[in-house]
């Protein structure tokens, strides 16, 4: 019996010592999230179900698209090799579980950035990696030009939990439309009740309608209506609480953005180490330490744009080639009239 | 395999004894509680998030699509809540209603002498019954209803109600003068219970039978018409009618549109519970005795008086409380609608809200304690039942 | 009246004459329906439209009756008339539902077999008359093991391979041994899945729990939360015949608990709700969350079974035991239980089969099973629109499952009928 109460205490104890050891927050120079990751040896990237363009799987479950190339960035630097990431495809519905739980550590899932998603539920988003705005999809027979000519009784169908629901019912009240919103959990729920006929219309972000159209029985049999109704800046996102992280996912996507600004791509990267350019230089890792800063080594910028490419290689790959979004439109640099503009790397 | 008497040797001081596991299973239970709620707090406040209900009265921003009470998004998550919970109720009693009809006359099949009828229920409860009633829902929603036409080329029931991938079109009853229909049918209910309890009482002390049913039908028949021919109520329907929006588009406007969502959950639903409620209806009529079956028949009565004087009220009794469980059951399992589009409790609140809020905790419980309620209160009248109908023993 | 009575009530005399035109009226009725359902020919339209809708039915009853001779001293048509025509009732149910499986199962046939495709590699190769079993055996893999590497799909066969040859071996073993393979029954799963299904050592490649789907994820959650969910439910419906107050009414609250909510929210909970509850930094695979959570909610059911065999127990036993010095837990694990559990074995089986038939649900948290992969077959955009086949597939393979469990579960009813 005196056995029992021991046995019971001394498992209580270890209980209690383990609670207590899991209070260490991330903070200064430690961050858990980095430790974890360098000792599971890969990064846990959260992506879509399959979005062409941004995140999709092919038949040997091969990723690829914007949002992986940011978590292989994140990869090539923290890890050193950008393949060394598990990717784990989520809903709408638990990307933000998914993350704030620990199950991945970062998400790159074309998710919009707003206010009450930053400052709401443990979240902080880290930049922009797509700018975007939502739009209407509608069949090309039907003779639908602008959302102008949407009348009521419209049936749209949307994803559920995104900020294309709500968007679309500020823009519907706003034109005095009476619409019958279908909201489904999976993307591809939502694209197969609009083929089927089951909506009218179809409404997400514009990117995204031109990703699923490809993945439609006859895509020229639908068009994207010219308007633009909402801003929809996507881009990844991380918990709130580790600063080196956020940091770290943050500058991986900036190093990307300066890396096409100077000219610098993955091929000509190397060469680039004996430029003029001293800010070209900080980039390649030739100067300065700007890796101490996260706990990392100076190479990690190097490895970023050698492995993954700059922002404009990352673009053209996946997006423009591909048929998507052939033109950069606003996710153009700075310099050349697009809205890329990222804060120096030094 | 040996046992110990596991009695710490404390038989003699028998309060020790009986407060000892007592006292160590409520220490477990705060210390695990506590556990809980002390990782939750923390957890939270690194992410900056706060416990509380204040989103409850915040404007939801998000639109439903079908809802019986007024609604839109300028509305607060409160009353988001509430559209999900009607929702949810009625699904349930439409699929109850159906499944229960459904139910009792496959059960009744099955036992019926005819081979081909019975082997044909059989055949039904096996096929409904082995299969994930998710599965169902799916394939009625996406391989069965996904494959109706578009509204133009619309299925046609006599040019008043319409079938189509959009939804089942039906003409809208529009009442004026309501309420004196409604009070009519209110007092016909009361009139014919009181003439039962009235027949029931004169039947145990004089014998006399007087046709309850036929005066109680008669009235609730008669009453709400002649109200309808005197009162001053008057019925017309409002049509669905096609309209064309745009070179293919087409919608039908007016008449109540029944979404394919709602008709495939409650398809399923009711399928499915039908096939429970049928094995319950097969077991109750199997295990009312058979000397009563013949009793009854050498007194003189023919099958049907049978069945219905001697072998159902006592089948009733065993038919209930498992069927009840299938009723309780139902609303359960219609909170699978979230993976169709329709619109009940668990999609509109533990799915768009919980996602627009984010606040995962307070939602869910919420959810869970509702669904939780209803249980609580079907079990509360089964259980009086239950001691109403007991069989005394001993 | 004489003529009425003569052609109107057919009686044993002129048996071969009612019978032929029985017969006679019956077969215009079945080649209507027949000709309608195969040929789609009309053979009474020259009848309005509704009535000719009607004539089968019509000479079907007429020629039923005709043959509706009690006691006529052939047997096979005795037989017939007491069992499907013993009235007009009878008669026009038997009609019914002749017709309907007339009109319904050649078409379902053709759909499912006759113009259906089975071979092929691609989706070119569907003729899209009949179904296309090709969709089915191309994802083939994919349903049954999921999104696992297919170079390391020989570790999931291993797995269960392993399993059912411990099963076999514990069934026809002798009784001595049983207890070594029992042990190693239950605990074997645990290894299997640290060593062999996630990998990560020894060689094997690490495969994240997300990966894991399809058929084999149904098994794999089907068993562990059986293992999981009979002790469980067995200690908690003992406790809730406790007489000590707080473990009654704590047993009580947790049965109530679990069996009032929908499993659904079960799985919203353990997958959004439960992580928040650990301490920080900590984090519990997904799947080990979805197993807990379906393993406490099927075994308050569990508990709700094995009580019902508990109180069918006469009291006599529980008597006769503590007579006989046996202290609580000696009583119910040596006298009680193996008679309790003996009556509920359907309701056990029960049990299990609704946990089997629940598992489709993780889908909405995430964990693809079988039907979460067919639905993720059905969307990809080479295989869209082939939702009837995928749903179908899914709706015979569990069909299967589910019918053969239910069957032995009555057949060890039946073995265990000890009559008391």
Redesign the interface.
């Known amino acids: 019996m005196l056995k029992m109460i021991r046995n019971f205490v001394l498992f209580l104890s270890a209980v209690l010592l383990l609670a207590a050891c899991g209070q260490q927050g991330g903070s200064g120079k430690k961050s858990k999230t980095l430790s974890n990751t360098k000792k599971a040896g890969f990064v846990k990237c959260g992506v879509s179900q399959g979005l062409p363009g941004f995140s999709n799987a092919d038949e040997s479950g091969n990723w690829s698209g914007v949002d992986v190339d940011v978590c292989r960035a994140v990869a090539a630097a923290v890890l050193g090799d950008s393949e060394k990431v598990k990717y784990f495809p989520l809903s709408a519905k638990e990307r933000f579980t998914a993350l704030t739980s620990g199950e991945i550590d970062v998400l790159s899932r074309n998710t919009t950035w707003t206010l009450s998603r930053d400052a709401d539920i443990g979240l902080t988003f880290v930049g922009v990696n797509f700018y975007d705005g939502q739009g209407f999809m509608v069949r090309k027979n039907s003779g639908i030009k602008s959302t102008s000519q949407f009348q009521s009784g419209l049936s749209a169908c949307v994803n559920i939990g995104t900020t294309t629901e709500l968007n679309m019912r500020d823009f519907f009240n706003s034109k005095g439309i009476k619409y019958e919103p279908v909201v489904f959990e999976k993307a591809d729920e939502v694209v197969a009740a609009y083929d089927s006929g089951r909506c009218d219309t179809y409404t997400t972000d514009k990117s995204g309608l031109a990703a699923q159209r490809t993945k439609m029985k006859n895509p020229d049999d639908h068009i994207v209506l010219p308007e633009t109704i909402s801003k929809e800046p996507l881009g990844p996102v991380v918990r709130q609480g580790d600063a080196v992280w956020e940091d770290i996912v943050r500058w991986s996507l900036n190093v990307m953005i300066e890396a096409e600004e100077y000219g610098v791509t993955s091929s000509n990267a190397d060469s680039m180490k004996d430029s003029e350019n001293p800010a070209i230089k900080r980039l390649v890792g030739s100067e300065g330490e700007l890796g101490a800063a996260f706990g990392l080594d100076n190479d990690w910028s190097l490895r970023i744009i050698q492995q993954v490419g700059n922002y404009g290689e990352s673009y053209k790959r996946n997006i423009a080639d591909t048929g998507i979004l052939p033109t950069r439109g606003p996710n153009q640099l700075w310099t050349k009239g697009g809205i890329l503009y990222v804060p120096p790397a030094r | 395999?040996k046992?110990r008497?596991?009695?710490?040797?404390l038989e003699s001081n028998s309060k020790i004894k009986?407060y000892l596991?007592?006292?160590l299973?409520?220490f477990v239970?705060v210390?695990i509680i506590g556990?809980?709620a002390?990782?939750?707090q923390?957890?939270?406040a690194?992410?900056?998030?706060e416990f509380g209900f204040g989103f409850w009265g915040q404007e939801a921003?998000?639109?439903?699509?079908f809802s019986l009470i007024e609604y839109?998004?300028s509305h607060s998550y409160g009353r988001a809540y509430l559209v999900g919970l009607l929702n949810t109720i009625l699904v349930s009693v439409v699929g109850i209603f159906f499944a229960t009809i459904l139910g009792v006359v496959v059960g009744i099949s099955r036992l019926s002498?005819?081979?081909?009828?019975s082997k044909?229920a059989e055949v039904y409860i096996?096929?409904f019954?082995?299969?994930?009633?998710?599965?169902?829902i799916?394939?009625w929603y996406?391989?069965a209803l996904?494959a109706l036409p578009?509204p133009k080329d619309a299925i046609n029931f006599f040019d008043i109600s319409y079938l189509t991938?959009?939804g089942w079109f039906i003409p809208r009853f529009i009442w004026s003068n309501f309420s004196i229909i409604f009070y009519s049918v209110v007092a016909a209910s009361i009139a014919s219970i009181i003439i039962y309890t009235y027949a029931k009482k004169q039947q145990e002390q004089t014998g006399k039978r007087i046709p309850a049913f036929w005066i109680s039908s008669g009235l609730i028949t008669l009453l709400p018409l002649l109200a309808f021919f005197i009162g001053g109520v008057t019925l017309d329907f409002e049509y669905p009618v096609l309209?064309q929006?745009?070179?293919?588009?087409f919608?039908f406007?007016g008449g109540i549109g029944i979404i394919?969502?709602l008709i495939a959950l409650a398809l399923a639903l009711s399928l499915y519970t039908a096939t429970f409620i049928a094995e319950c209806v097969r077991a109750g009529i199997m295990g009312v005795n058979r000397g009563q079956k013949e009793a009854a028949a050498s007194i003189g009565l023919t099958p049907a008086q049978v069945l219905r004087l001697v072998v159902m009220p006592q089948a009733l009794r065993i038919i209930i409380p498992p069927t009840t469980n299938q009723y309780l059951n139902l609303p359960?399992?219609s909170?699978?609608a979230?993976?169709?589009?329709y619109?009940d409790l668990?999609?509109v609140f533990?799915?768009?809200a919980?996602?627009?809020?984010?606040r995962?905790?307070e939602i869910?419980?919420i959810?869970?304690l509702t669904?939780?309620t209803?249980?609580?209160l079907i079990?509360m009248f089964m259980n009086w039942y239950n001691k109403k109908i007991a069989i005394k023993e001993k | 009246m004489i003529g009425k009575s003569v052609i109107f009530k057919p009686n044993r005399e002129n048996l071969n004459l009612y019978i032929i035109l029985g017969g006679a009226f019956f077969i215009i009725g079945l080649l209507d329906v027949i000709l309608n359902s195969l040929l789609k020919a009309n053979i009474t339209s020259f009848l309005p439209l509704n009535l000719s809708f009607f004539t089968p039915i019509f000479f079907g009853l007429i020629g039923l009756h005709l043959i509706r001779i009690e006691f006529s001293g052939n047997k096979i048509l005795d037989s017939i008339n007491k069992n499907i025509n013993s009235n007009w009732f009878n008669a026009f149910l038997t009609l019914l539902v002749i017709f309907i499986l007339i009109k319904i199962i050649p078409g379902l046939l053709n759909w499912l077999f006759f113009d259906a495709d089975f071979v092929g590699t691609a989706k070119e190769e569907c003729s899209r008359e009949g179904a296309c079993w090709i969709f089915v055996y191309v994802w083939f893999e994919r349903f049954i093991y999921g999104l696992y590497p297919n170079e390391e799909i020989w570790r999931i066969n291993f797995v269960f391979l392993t399993l059912i040859i411990s099963t076999i071996l514990l069934a026809y073993s002798p009784d001595r041994l049983k207890k070594y393979f029992l042990i190693f029954l239950l605990i074997s799963p645990f290894f299997l899945w640290k060593l062999i299904l996630s990998g990560g050592n020894f060689g094997l490649e690490w495969v994240e729990t997300n990966a894991w789907g399809g058929l084999s994820l149904t098994f794999i959650i089907s068993i562990f939360a059986l293992l999981f969910c009979f002790p469980i439910g067995t200690f908690l419906a003992l406790g809730r015949r406790s007489s000590y107050p707080v473990i009654r009414y704590s047993c009580i609250g947790f049965i109530e608990f679990w069996r009032g909510v929908p499993l659904i929210t079960v799985l919203f909970m353990a997958s959004v709700m439960f992580p928040m509850f650990l301490p920080s930094g900590t984090f519990i695979d997904k799947l080990i969350r979805v197993i807990v959570a379906i393993t406490l909610f099927e075994s308050a059911y569990m508990a709700e079974v094995v009580r019902g065999g508990l109180q069918a127990l006469p009291k006599g036993q529980y008597d006769a035991a503590k007579s006989l010095g046996m202290g609580y837990w000696r009583m119910n694990f040596l006298v009680i239980m193996p008679q309790a559990i003996k009556l509920v074995i359907p309701g056990i089986a029960n049990t299990f089969l609704a946990l089997v038939k629940d598992t489709p649900l993780i889908l909405v948290v995430g964990l693809l099973e079988l039907v979460g992969m067919i639905d993720m077959a059905k969307t990809n955009p080479k295989w869209l629109g082939f939702a009837a086949e995928g749903y179908v597939f899914a709706g015979f393979v569990f069909w299967i499952i589910c019918y053969s469990m239910s069957r032995y579960s009555q057949k060890l009813e039946r073995r265990f009928k000890t009559d008391r």
């Open positions: 395999m046992f008497n596991l009695n710490f040797g009986s596991p007592q006292g299973t409520l239970i210390f556990f809980f002390f990782n939750a923390d957890n939270m690194n992410r900056g998030i921003s998000f639109d439903i699509q839109d998004g002498p005819n081979y081909l009828i044909f096996e096929i019954r082995n299969i994930p009633l998710l599965l169902q799916f394939f996406f391989a996904r578009l991938v959009k309209i929006q745009t070179s293919t588009i919608n406007r394919p969502e359960k399992n909170s699978l979230a993976a169709i589009a619109p668990v999609l533990a799915g768009t919980m996602m627009q809020t984010g995962a905790i869910v419980s959810t869970m669904y939780l209803l249980s609580i079990s």
